[in-house]
């Protein structure tokens, strides 16, 4: 399996010297590599990077940094942290990173490290018809804590999920208030079937289905007005033309 990957990096030693890494190994081919997070952005959806090779440096102060980038990235993508030191290692595998590699590493170290990826992601291709058979199987509900109980939800009812904070509501076609429960909206994100469910916002995911009206900066479903997120435009705009719009 051959994996389109990424590097940003404020460093550009840094940067050349992943380039020259990566050139090493057959499985991986370099889709681009950036110094700016807001121009990795913009190339990011069109060139279906799987694995991204990030930098963390302690003196970076301005615009977003690392770690604010990676959650910006679909759950598809998977991310080995470059850092200058390993203070911000325990933050970087909260947000479920592969690996996370110091500065100065050398190949052997780096290769470890793509080797892991490379079974993650063999180990997904694996898994996928079977998820898919199981999907057929078995209604499509999820189950979620919320307070002391454990609240079913069938997936068809769900309108939309929204982020506040360590929280996310979940609100429900056939629930009369929004269901509230501890965790991300990236986790969300990744547990939610892609073929339904879209993130339109940095607080928002949507089911597809429920789209009403598309504007340039919001959407509706039903009643309610959704913002539409500059980073997630692009994404939603690709999900809109693949339908026939007269």
């Not at 993508?77 to 500065?103: M, P």
């Not at 939800?153 to 009369?176: F, T």
């Amino acid at each position: 399996m051959v994996l389109n990957c990424a590097i940003l990096h404020t460093d550009k030693k840094n940067r050349e010297q992943l380039e020259a890494f990566i050139a090493k190994i057959p499985y991986l081919t370099l889709a681009g590599k950036y110094g700016n997070p807001v121009e990795a952005l913009k190339d990011y959806y069109e060139n279906k990077v799987q694995l991204y090779f990030i930098g963390i440096k302690g003196d970076d102060t301005n615009g977003i940094d690392g770690m604010e980038f990676s959650q910006l990235l679909s759950p598809p993508t998977r991310v080995i942290f470059i850092a200058d030191t390993d203070q911000y290692a325990a933050e970087c595998f909260r947000l479920d990173a592969l690996d996370y590699l110091i500065s100065d590493i050398d190949f052997l170290v780096f290769f470890e490290a793509v080797n892991k990826a490379s079974r993650w992601f063999s180990l997904q291709s694996s898994t996928a018809s079977l998820s898919k058979q199981k999907e057929m199987q078995y209604p499509k509900m999820v189950y979620v804590k919320s307070d002391s109980r454990i609240i079913r939800l069938d997936l068809p009812q769900i309108s939309y999920i929204e982020g506040l904070g360590d929280y996310v509501k979940i609100y429900s076609k056939d629930q009369p208030k929004p269901i509230l429960c501890l965790c991300s909206m990236k986790y969300m994100e990744e547990k939610l079937p892609s073929d339904e469910f879209i993130r339109v916002h940095r607080s928002f995911i949507i089911r597809k289905d429920c789209i009403r009206t598309v504007a340039n900066n919001r959407i509706t479903l039903d009643r309610k007005d959704i913002p539409v997120g500059d980073v997630y435009r692009k994404n939603l705009k690709n999900y809109i033309s693949s339908f026939l719009v007269l």
